[in-house]
């Protein structure tokens, strides 16, 4: 069966960094795109960044120069490490995985990460 599990998450004051994984089993990793989504309360969820199956990248404007993303295969994992990480970083992050023809979509649980002092 097809898991996405997000972990890494927690408080953190700002200008601090956490690192964030997502573990995936149940479907072919490799030939699938990820991206981290947040959701902040009240908001709409959000693009963080997305990897490629080619490992091509892709940030949002509000995280590029402090997010980086990336994808080991042999693990089947995906990171995300943050950066001068800000109050407005503060949102549940998910993990999303999509086939390479779109004809598959999975989310994971999220995580919460909270930026405060």
């Known amino acids: 069966q097809v898991q996405l599990v997000e972990s890494g998450g927690g408080l953190v004051q700002p200008g601090g960094s956490l690192r964030l994984s997502c573990a995936a089993s149940?479907?072919?990793?490799?030939?699938?795109?990820m991206s981290w989504y947040r959701q902040a309360p009240g908001k709409e969820r959000e693009l963080v960044a997305d990897i490629s199956a080619g490992f091509r990248t892709n940030y949002a404007d509000s995280v590029k120069g402090r997010f980086t993303i990336s994808r080991d295969n042999s693990k089947n994992t995906m990171d995300l490490q943050m950066n001068s990480l800000k109050f407005e970083d503060t949102a549940v992050y998910y993990c999303k995985a999509v086939e390479r023809f779109a004809r598959y979509t999975y989310w994971g649980q999220g995580t919460q990460v909270t930026v405060s002092s």
């Open positions: 149940g479907f072919t990793f490799s030939s699938y795109a």
